[in-house]
């Protein structure tokens, strides 16, 4: 959608990613059509397509005869997106850090980063457009493609007790592109992923799916 109300596939969308950010809805919840008519007042059509957009986004498992489900990563998988996510997100700072060097305005991302940190509600939006902020001014099209369809909500979701908060990486991630330091906000972004891959190894089992 690019304006007015959201569709009603677009609205259960919107909602598991925020029930997903607050709690409302975990990793490895089963997601029945007949639950989610009732909650949203949409019809099975809706709903279906609604859970096709998740799935396709890597949210949720359609598991054949068992209906959906929200995805529950085994350690391994957590680590593979991670792995991935940390490298990607290291040049996503330094390329939006190169281009305020360059004359670019950091002023949408730092106003997104103030605007994440505030949320309450909707969260998840806000999560949303600071990374679409930072990815816009980094100004690389396949970064803007490939950031958002990376699982890393869903071990936000699944490590909620765990993880170590992530406002100061954010901020000094934020501060170092402002300044147009390319190698220093590198460095910011890269590091607190890099500290979630390394706690990965000493949580419990039951924090993950079995391999």
């Known amino acids: 959608m690019t304006g007015g109300a959201p569709s009603g596939p ?3 969308v ?8 607050d709690g409302r809805f975990v990793p490895g919840q089963r997601l029945a059509e007949p ?7 949409l019809g ?8 096709g957009r998740l799935a396709a986004s890597g949210i949720v498992e359609l598991v054949p005869h068992k209906g ?3 995805r529950f990563l085994t350690r391994r998988a957590a680590e593979d997106v991670l792995r991935v996510t940390e490298p ?15 004359g670019a305005d950091p002023a949408p991302l730092v106003a997104a980063a103030e605007a994440y940190d505030a949320a309450i509600e909707n969260r998840a939006r806000a999560r949303a457009r600071y990374y679409r902020a930072l990815t816009q001014l980094a100004g690389n099209a396949e970064l803007e493609r490939l950031l958002p369809m990376l699982q890393v909500h869903l071990i936000r979701a699944q490590l909620r007790p765990n993880r170590p908060p992530g406002r100061s990486a954010r901020a000094d991630l934020v501060r170092t592109v402002a300044a147009g330091r390319a190698n220093q906000a590198e460095v910011a972004a890269r590091s607190h992923i ?4 390394e706690l990965l190894p000493s949580l419990p089992d039951q924090d993950f799916a079995p391999a």
């Open 10 to 12: 677009e609205v259960i």
């Open 14 to 21: 919107r909602d598991v990613l925020q029930g997903l950010t």
């Open 35 to 41: 639950d989610l008519m009732r909650r949203y007042a």
């Open 44 to 51: 099975r059509s809706t709903v279906r397509e609604a859970l």
């Open 68 to 70: 959906a489900q929200i």
């Open 88 to 102: 990607l997100l290291g040049l996503a700072a330094r390329q939006a850090a190169e281009a305020v060097a360059a």
């Open 194 to 197: 890099r500290g979630l891959i």
